[in-house]
Every structure is written in structure tokens, then in C-alpha cells.
């Protein structure tokens, strides 16, 4: 590590961490008898009616179909049930269908369970599995996830129990996909949008009230088919700053918090025997986004000699304290699909330099800024406020950008500001990242595919999208392997997406909670089997 490059970002997470702890909520009150989890006692009165969780962001919409946000996906979790759910092992596992048979392959059967009911007590029906997949098809809805299912050329409802699906070309990621929240016919046929705050499914936990940015209150539903959850109540507890989502789990008021966390806060908690923190692979990466559509990004030349200025090692080891792992293309480790043979670019300002003079960028009036055809190489780092990390690695890339002779601001906007103008293209490089990538279809079609509108910087590359379709339409794994390898080195050489970091997922909970086992999607459907004592 160089001493002055350690130097000037130490000093930057200094700020950033003072700015940050001016941060503050109200905190949740506390139901318990005592703040056993801040003392690390224990009592024989029983188990608490209530889970409380802290979560990072606020949810967008409730409505599955259109949810595009870790959050929304927390709330889905619980209120909702697909035709399958994937098990920590990412297999797909009888949900709301008990079998299914492939009889060829292009043609899906589902037999569905019976005698479930909607929170309302509306049973469910092969109806209701029909009308959410051709609603989330249909282009008017505008869907943000419906290239995944475009596939589906049709569904049909054979009887009330059994639901058929026909599709265009074999489709090797349908089964990793059909955990869609099913929603209730009758409710979304009204077209009124109410499911988008009032959501209404089969799962364990019915939402009973949302207190915008504060919290979202769940009680166990009592006709899950499953058997009713253990505890009564989970609560969703909005606290964005990471810092003081976990001084809430140390002072008891939530009992447990999940990625993203911030380093320093995790060996906190490491450090106290009162709490548990687990750590798994993530299934999700960070990444830079380039705006293609901006005349000096689309210059691949310049891409790549901004990737060639992100010191990856450095962000990892200083600012995520090894929690993220250097990344380099958009197939993640967990993936079958992933190779360590696609290496992103390497930390090189001297060949950053090189790339730039040769897309015409200099320093011609030497005042330390580069330019070209009289114009100062001008760029905004964005990303959102809620993500401490990434706040710091906006501000670390502006220093390192600025020394290369890039005149760089950043722009720290909400989450949903934030994604308004991604989808806008309202940014130059933005910092993200992706979650739940059970396949490499989810990690790559939607996000470099030329007609997604999930493509935030509009790359395009014709050979990507045959490939990305040829991927989808193989069966055999080895071969899909290869294909996706292939387009994820083209990606990666063009710099469509410089992938930062692949993703960890750490969970922290108080050791008064039991029966929870931590999912790499990060979901909590597993909280109907948890139960916390008093």
C-alpha cells in the first residue's frame, strides 16, 4: 500500500465518519421486561411477541411485480409466496406449487397446494398465478423486471389447482425466477395500485401498517398454510445510517441487523459475547455504471482508463475492512457460471495516463485539469446517502480521479432520487450495486441487455445481446457457463460495469434471538421460525 494513498483516505474516512455521526432516529420502544441484549441477560419469563429488525432503506412499493429494492424484497418476504422458493443452496423448492412436471421443454405444470387463502380469506387460485404473470408481461404495466419472464408466451389456468406455462424457447433460469410473490386477482384487476401500499398474499406475516421512512408493522397470519408463524409481530425499524442501525441492536431496541453494515461497527459486535454475527458469500456485487450516453464516457478508451485508476485492493481492505472482496466481472463466486480467468482492470494511473492521451485528453494549459478540443474533462461520482461505505468511495475516487487530472464532483442524493435518475440517465458514473443474482441471467441480461430499461448506462453491444440470449435458450449448464463467460469478458473489456467489489452477507442479532438462519439473498422469510426471549 502506498503511504500517501493510505494517508489521504484514512483522513477522508475521518471526515465522512464525523459528518455520519450527526446521524440519528427515534429509537423503537422497547417491549421487553429489560434491555437484555445490551446487558446480555436473560430471564425464564418466555419469548417476546414481537421481532424487531433494522433495516436501511425504506421500500418503494409492496406490489412484487414492481418492487426493485432490498427493502420491498423484506416486505415480500414476509407477506407474500411464489410457486417456489429457493433454498439457501439457491435450488428452487415447492412453494405455493406442491410439484411441477416439465413434460418438454418448452412447457411447465404446476399443481398448486390447496386450501390456501389471501390475507382477506380469498382462496387462492391458478387465476391468481395467471393474472400475476400476465400483468407483470404485459409492456403497459412497465414492470422493472419483466425481461426476466418475456420467455412466457403464455399462461393458462387449466383448473382451479393447476397452472400451465408455455414458453417461446426453453428458458434455463425460469425455475430460479418463479419466487415471484403471487398477488391476488381480485385486488389488482382493480388497477387502483393499492396493492403498492396495502399488500395482500398467503405468506406467514400480514402487513398491518407502514409508517413511511419509520417502520412497517407485520402480525402472524393465522391460516398460513405452513402453520402459524412462532412469534406474533415483526417490525421493520427504518434507521439508514449503518453506525446507528447498530447502536440500536447494542441498546436492544432491534434485535437484529443485516448487510450493509460498516466495518468498524461489525467488530464492534464481533467483540461482544452478548451478540452472534454471522458471514456468508454475498450474492450480489458493487460497481461503477458509466453513462454511455455521455459523449466522454462513451469513448470506451476513457472507461477503461477510469478503471484503471480504482484501486479495488485498497477500497476492500480499508474502507469495507475485507468485509467485500475485490471484484472484476459481473459473475460473482457463488455462481457456477464465475471464472477467476476474467480480471477487470488493474489499479495503473501511468496507463490511465496513456489511455486518456490517446482519446485525445491532456493537460494542455497546465493547470493540472485534462482537456480536449478546449473542453475540461469533467465528471460526477454518484451514489446514494443511506450507504456509508459507498459515500466514502465516491470521496476516495474524486481524490484519486483529481489527482489524474479529472475535474470530479460527487452528487449523495436519497435512494429514490437516486434511482429516479439512473433510470433518466441523470448521471456520469454512478456507485450501486446488484443483490439477489441467482443466476447469471439475473446478473447480466437485465443490466447489459440494449433494450432494457435496467440498462441505467445504455450499453449496447449487439454480440453481448446474442449472447445473453443464446444463454437463456441453452439448457446445458457447462455450455451456459461458457457463453455467460464470454459476454461477461467483453463487458468487462469495455468497461460497461467496473466491478468494485463482490458482496459479503453479514447478519447480527442479539443472543436472545433463536431459530435464525441467515439466506445469501438476504431474505427474511425465515423470521416465522424465530423466536426471541424476553
Not at 414481537?50 to 432490498?70: N, V, Y
Not at 485528453?361 to 456509508?388: C, M
Request: aromatic share 10%; glycine share 6%; net charge negative.
Amino acid at each position: 500500500m502506498k503511504k500517501k494513498v493510505a494517508s489521504s483516505l484514512f483522513s477522508l474516512l475521518f471526515v465522512v465518519g464525523t459528518a455520519l455521526a450527526g446521524c440519528s432516529y427515534d429509537a423503537p420502544k422497547n417491549t421487553g421486561s429489560n434491555n437484555s441484549a445490551a446487558s446480555g441477560e436473560t430471564t425464564d419469563q418466555g419469548v417476546a411477541d414481537e421481532i424487531k429488525i433494522g433495516l436501511d432503506l425504506d421500500a418503494g412499493t409492496m406490489d412484487p411485480r414492481l418492487s426493485k429494492d432490498t427493502s420491498a424484497a423484506r416486505v415480500i418476504d414476509l407477506v407474500y409466496n411464489g410457486l417456489v422458493r429457493l433454498s439457501d443452496k439457491l435450488e428452487a423448492k415447492p412453494d405455493l406449487a406442491e410439484k411441477w412436471e416439465n413434460p418438454d421443454p418448452k412447457t411447465w405444470i404446476f399443481t398448486l397446494r390447496k386450501g390456501i387463502t389471501f390475507h382477506d380469506g380469498t382462496p387462492l387460485t391458478a387465476e391468481d398465478v395467471k393474472y400475476t404473470y400476465e400483468s407483470l408481461l404485459d409492456p403497459n404495466f412497465k414492470a422493472p423486471y419483466a425481461k426476466l419472464y418475456q420467455p412466457i408466451e403464455k399462461v393458462e389456468a387449466v383448473d382451479e389447482s393447476t397452472v400451465k406455462f408455455t414458453l417461446k424457447q426453453p428458458y434455463a433460469p425460469l425455475l430460479s425466477y418463479l419466487d415471484l410473490g403471487i398477488v391476488p386477482k381480485h385486488i389488482g384487476e382493480k388497477n387502483d395500485n393499492s396493492l403498492a401500499s396495502n399488500p395482500v398474499g398467503t405468506g406467514p406475516y400480514k402487513m398491518v401498517k407502514w409508517d413511511k421512512n419509520s417502520k412497517i408493522s407485520f402480525e402472524a397470519f393465522d391460516k398460513y398454510w405452513e402453520g402459524e408463524a412462532k412469534t406474533k409481530k415483526v417490525t421493520y425499524f427504518i434507521i439508514p445510517d449503518n453506525t446507528t442501525r447498530v447502536s440500536a441492536l447494542q441498546a436492544g431496541d432491534v434485535d437484529l441487523v443485516h448487510s450493509p453494515l460498516s466495518p468498524q461497527d461489525i467488530k464492534s459486535v464481533k467483540d461482544n459475547s452478548n451478540f452472534t454475527v454471522t458471514q456468508t458469500e454475498g450474492l450480489g456485487f458493487t460497481y461503477l455504471n458509466f453513462n454511455t450516453t455521455n459523449p466522454i464516457l462513451s469513448d470506451v478508451k476513457v472507461r477503461q482508463a477510469i478503471a484503471h485508476l480504482v484501486n479495488k485492493e485498497e477500497i476492500s481492505n480499508e474502507i469495507y475492512q475485507g468485509m467485500d472482496k475485490p471484484g472484476n466481472s459481473p459473475l460473482i463466486p457463488p455462481s457456477w457460471a464465475y471464472t477467476d480467468s476474467i480480471k477487470g482492470p488493474d489499479y495503473d494511473p501511468e496507463k490511465a495516463k496513456q489511455l486518456f492521451a490517446e482519446a485525445g485528453w491532456k493537460d494542455s494549459d497546465g493547470d493540472g485539469i485534462l482537456d480536449k478540443d478546449g473542453k475540461k474533462l469533467t465528471l460526477t461520482l454518484s451514489t446514494h446517502t443511506e450507504d456509508p461505505n459507498r459515500i466514502q468511495t465516491v470521496e476516495y475516487l474524486q481524490h484519486e480521479f483529481a489527482k489524474a487530472g479529472i475535474d470530479t464532483k460527487v452528487s449523495t442524493t436519497e435512494f429514490a432520487t437516486f434511482s429516479d435518475n439512473l433510470m433518466a440517465q441523470k448521471f456520469d458514473i454512478a456507485l450501486l450495486g446488484w443483490l439477489s443474482l441467482v443466476d447469471p441471467d439475473r446478473a447480466m441480461y437485465s443490466q447489459f441487455n440494449s433494450t432494457s430499461g435496467n440498462n441505467y448506462g445504455k450499453y449496447n453491444n449487439p454480440k453481448v445481446d446474442e449472447l445473453l440470449e443464446k444463454g437463456r435458450a441453452t439448457l446445458d449448464q457447462s455450455e451456459r457457463a461458457k457463453i455467460y463467460q464470454e459476454a461477461a469478458q467483453i463487458v468487462t473489456d469495455e468497461v460497461a460495469y467496473d466491478v468494485v467489489l463482490y458482496q459479503g452477507y453479514i447478519a447480527m442479532y442479539a443472543n436472545k434471538v433463536s431459530g435464525f438462519h441467515e439466506h445469501p439473498k438476504g431474505s427474511l422469510f425465515g423470521l416465522k421460525d424465530v423466536e426471541v426471549k424476553k
